[in-house]
């Protein structure tokens, strides 16, 4: 039964990747997901008085890795797909983790234009400062996770200066925090992120000017920021 359910599931990614792909992370495990065994039915006591309720782990083992294995083929083949991947890996087994971070640290991202790779950016970023901050969640991700997404994004980090520092003057002070909310001093954070943010401008006034700087500036936060210094 379960070589025909797995077999089955590798059929529908061949011939529909995309409704698939939809569906598949519904068949991986998930930090809020819990269930329960069935009613033994009365009327059938007499056949099930050997009857053992329990899981069969290696069964379950076996369709997780195989699940994973097809969610990261299936992102090879459209990489647009990394973001849901993002948001599930601790649904995905860790034995594969290694193939998905050599996967992404040898992608070839010429073929992204550059907003596609500022948003990839900004997107890993966000998330590594949110497992960061929640580090004592049971759905955050391991060090050793992290580790591998600091790592990723530092290789996608644009190097332009105004993009590469625009979320620390587009976002609030607590967004910027990569500590745990418990272990934070919020008169010291706000002191060092108001410094950086006055060393970051300096530096883009001296090489840019200001006409490029109010440019930059593009909405009502950034601007409220940036006027503090100034």
Not at 15 to 44: A, E
Not at 206 to 212: A, H, K, P, V
Request: charged residues 30%.
């Amino acid at each position: 039964l379960i070589d025909t359910k797995i077999n089955t599931v590798k059929h529908l990614v061949e011939v529909y990747p995309d409704i698939t792909w939809k569906i598949i992370f519904s068949l991986l495990p998930n930090t809020h997901s819990v269930s329960s065994g069935i009613t033994k039915p009365k009327y059938r006591k007499e056949l099930l008085a050997n009857y053992k309720q329990e899981v069969n782990r290696n069964n379950y083992q076996n369709q997780i890795f195989t699940y994973s294995n097809l969610v990261i083929a299936l992102m090879k083949q459209d990489f647009s797909r990394f973001y849901t991947v993002l948001d599930h890996l601790n649904s995905i087994n860790p034995k594969l983790y290694d193939d998905l971070f050599c996967f992404l640290n040898n992608f070839d991202f010429s073929q992204m234009n550059e907003k596609e790779k500022i948003d990839l950016w900004e997107n890993v970023s966000k998330l590594i400062r949110k497992h960061k901050k929640f580090n004592k969640a049971d759905w955050s991700y391991s060090s050793e996770v992290i580790a591998k997404l600091e790592y990723f994004a530092k290789k996608i980090e644009p190097q332009e200066l105004l993009t590469k520092n625009k979320q620390l003057f587009t976002l609030y002070e607590y967004d910027l925090v990569d500590d745990s909310c418990d272990d934070v001093d919020w008169d010291v954070v706000r002191k060092e992120i108001y410094e950086k943010r006055r060393l970051i401008l300096n530096e883009i006034l001296d090489m840019y000017g200001l006409e490029i700087l109010e440019k930059f500036i593009t909405n009502e936060k950034m601007a409220f920021n940036i006027s503090r210094i100034l």
